[in-house]
């Protein structure tokens, strides 16, 4: 019998884990995805517990909401939006994304349940 393939961790591959994707190899096996989309530049998941960005084979940032300062949207007139996530802590890097205009229903529900978040008490 030949053996489940693997990612360089170690983690099996499947359809909930595709190489492709290092994004949902960050996720705990009990945790929701709620918007998966992708950008221009990056792909953005927003889960029921933390916010990431994957760009190419890198993960650009992976916080828990309550590790965010700021997120601003911004739209303006023949170009593609830009999405901007600022986590709190000054050692991640803020990422900016381009946001075609096809992407806008995604990435305006994934700012709703950030932005819920965001708003829930301490």
């Known amino acids: 019998m030949t ?7 170690g983690q099996p591959l ?24 992708e950008t221009l530049n990056a792909k953005l998941v927003v889960t029921d517990r933390r916010v990431a960005v994957a760009a190419g084979d890198r993960v650009a940032l992976d916080v828990p909401f309550t590790a965010l300062r700021r997120i601003q949207f911004d739209i303006e007139r023949h170009r ?16 900016v994304l381009a946001v075609p205009v096809e992407r806008y229903d995604d990435v305006t529900r994934a700012l709703a349940i950030v932005g819920r978040r965001l708003a829930e008490p301490a």
């Open 14 to 37: 499947d359809d909930a884990n595709p190489p492709d994707q290092p994004k949902l190899r960050l996720l705990d096996p009990d945790e929701r995805i709620d918007v998966l989309t």
């Open 80 to 95: 593609p939006a830009t999405l901007v996530i600022v986590p709190e802590n000054p050692g991640h890097e803020p990422q």
């Open 3 to 9: 053996p489940a393939p693997t990612d360089p961790a």
